[in-house]
């Protein structure tokens, strides 16, 4: 069986890593590969964790679902990585790639990390100040991955970049481009790392070990999630890259706005009227800052609005 590419993207939604798998995935159909990609989402919200991933092989592709096997990871938020529900890690191997958005070396995150396989860092222009909100990362990171698996193209990455998001005009597909084939060119003495793993037999395989476990009573034994007040457990606050702050100043205190439309329920209402946001539950979807009749609530960096709280503690 003729071996195949296994790819995965890790990201934040807003990000573009749908469409980094769908310029990648269409970028080796041109060059004559049969192709899946698709993309995995949780809560469909900014911010929040995503994966797509893309299988391409000269020959047909018979597997389905999430690549559990990569060859090639690559992530375009790195404050994803320590997060477990983001699944960045996962199956990762002596001979997977592993190419990080960060400003930090690929060393650097290899022996942070303790991984045992090549790790690559994606470089970005120097007025960047926020690498989570870096525009055309979606479309950097699959000319990156492009050039890894060295079998695609410059005009054939080029020429499926502009099939993908021609739709958005001429002036998007013109930045896009020129920020991908930047970082398709920066991985040019890398070409042809990523190399097509072989199949995975259906027999062979080592079974899992099944442990029998008894059953409970239902109340004891159903999952969490049908228990009363528990979704506050979940701190969903990690999927922001930006925050929301008020200034209380300029407020008008007409907080039924604001508490009303927020889609978390994140904002409370103290008895003067006063909105106080839920920093450990607000997911950073921005509603309440386009929603604000006055204009007080304004979108901050994340990053920081935490180097601030840092001075100020």
């Known amino acids: ?146 050039r890894l698996t060295g079998v695609i193209g410059r005009e054939r990455f080029a020429q499926a970049l502009e099939q993908e998001i021609g739709r958005y005009g001429e002036a998007a597909v013109e930045k896009n481009l020129a920020q991908a084939l930047a970082a398709f060119d920066s991985m040019s003495m890398h070409a042809g790392r990523v190399g097509a793993a072989a199949g995975i037999a259906a027999t062979g395989y080592e079974r899992p070990q099944w442990i029998d476990v008894p059953f409970d009573e239902a109340r004891i034994s159903a999952p969490d999630i049908r228990g009363e007040a528990t979704s506050e457990l979940a701190q969903t606050g990690v999927w922001r890259t930006l925050r929301p702050v008020i200034d209380y100043a300029h407020c008008l205190r007409c907080a039924w706005v604001c508490s009303t439309l927020c889609p978390d329920g994140a904002i409370r209402v103290e008895a003067d009227r006063t909105p106080r946001i839920d920093y450990d539950h607000c997911k950073g979807c921005m509603v309440c800052v386009t929603v604000c009749p006055p204009h007080a609530i304004a979108a901050v960096s994340e990053r920081e609005a935490r180097l601030k709280e840092e001075a100020a503690a």
């Open 1 to 146: 069986m003729k071996g195949m590419y296994r790819i995965r993207f890790h990201g934040r939604g807003g990000q573009g890593i749908k469409t980094a798998s769908q310029i990648l995935g269409s970028a080796f159909f041109l060059e004559g590969f049969e192709v899946q990609d698709a993309p995995r989402y949780g809560a469909e919200r900014r911010g929040a964790p995503i994966f797509a991933y893309v299988r391409a092989s000269r020959a047909p592709i018979r597997e389905r679902g999430a690549i559990t096997r990569p060859d090639l990871v690559v992530v375009a938020d790195e404050t994803l990585i320590p997060v477990p529900a983001a699944g960045v890690l996962q199956g990762l191997s002596e001979r997977t790639l592993l190419l990080v958005n960060s400003e930090q070396p690929g060393e650097v995150w290899k022996a942070r990390l303790g991984l045992e396989g090549p790790v690559l860092s994606l470089p970005a222009g120097t007025e960047v100040k926020e690498r989570a909100d870096v525009p055309y990362i979606g479309a950097m990171c699959a000319g990156a991955a492009a």
